[in-house]
């Protein structure tokens, strides 16, 4: 009987290495900087919902911030949001005033001269509009002849006078644009009939149609799919196997999928997280 009992005590102490914490998942081996601080520090804008920004009570929230509180927890660690500017992200990692930018990058020839990625979600950019106009974006060039509003300088900006060459080249109306320097600004002009339809980032759109309670609604098609990731320095291994191994615990145990369909991007979720250190690497999902 003794022998039987230490057999089960050597069982479970196997156990009890293999798997921590209550939840049973597999340990995430932390980085030296994680390891040394305590803390997980992703430099972050605040500013781009549902992604991430501050609830009317200034908290932090949003899926990126929500994933980064999940990380931290899975590495013992205590979450830090460095709230910096877009632009200043790629330069501030490459200078290595942080380890992680966590934002939607698109990976990029001249990005992944500087940095590396972890692809963690895929979008597009797509077209809402209001339910009564739905019926009339039909056809192979659904577009052709409608009103539609961008943001200056965003790649619906120059998708759509793209689009609306196509248009014009197969004996269509040509797309009419309006350019506006707020996303909120386009919803707006779709609301009062200024616009026909709002093209944006996939993902947003899906944000504002939810948000929208039925004033809004996204069309099927999505343009430019691509997969979309966090920052993270230049042949940094030891911080990029952490998000990694840390992401793949959420993916499989449901927070990832859970996270996304909060906050109603489910449709934009891939197969697993992965390392991006050059354009080959890039995968269709």
């Known amino acids: ?6 057999m089960a005590g050597l069982a479970l102490a196997a156990l009890a290495v293999a798997w921590s914490g209550p939840s049973g998942a597999a340990e995430v ?16 804008t605040l500013d781009y919902a549902p992604f991430e920004y501050l609830d009317a009570d200034g908290k932090q929230t949003g899926i990126i911030i929500e994933l980064a509180g999940e990380v931290a927890k899975l590495v013992g660690a205590k979450l830090d949001v460095a709230r910096t500017p877009f632009p200043s992200m790629i330069p501030g990692l490459a200078a290595g005033r942080f380890k992680v930018a966590w934002e939607t990058f698109s990976a990029t020839p001249e990005r992944l001269k500087q940095v590396d990625f972890v692809m963690f979600l895929k979008a597009g950019l797509a077209v809402s509009t209001s339910p009564d106009k739905k019926a009339s974006f039909s056809g192979d060039t659904p577009l052709c ?5 961008v943001s200056a300088g965003s790649a619906s900006d120059f998708l759509v006078d793209k689009l609306s060459t196509d248009c014009t080249g197969k004996g269509q109306a040509a797309i009419e644009k309006s350019v506006f320097n707020s996303s909120t600004d386009i919803v707006q002009a779709v609301l009062s009939d200024r616009v026909d339809a709002r093209m944006d980032d996939a993902t947003a759109s899906s944000y504002f149609e939810v948000t929208s309670k039925g004033q809004l609604v996204v069309l099927p098609t999505l343009y430019e799919v691509a997969p979309l990731g966090m920052a993270i320095a ?23 999928k859970a996270v996304l369909d909060k906050y109603g991007m489910g449709a934009y979720a891939i197969k697993e997280p992965y390392f991006v250190g050059t354009m080959e690497a890039l995968r269709a999902d």
């Open 234 to 256: 230049k042949d940094d291994k030891e911080t990029a196997d952490m998000m990694v191994g840390a992401l793949s615990e959420l993916f499989k145990n449901g927070t990832y």
């Open 145 to 149: 002849g409608k009103r539609i509003g």
């Open 29 to 44: 081996t932390k980085s030296a900087e994680v390891q040394r601080t305590g803390m997980l520090t992703v430099a972050n």
């Open 1 to 6: 009987m003794r022998a039987h009992l230490q």
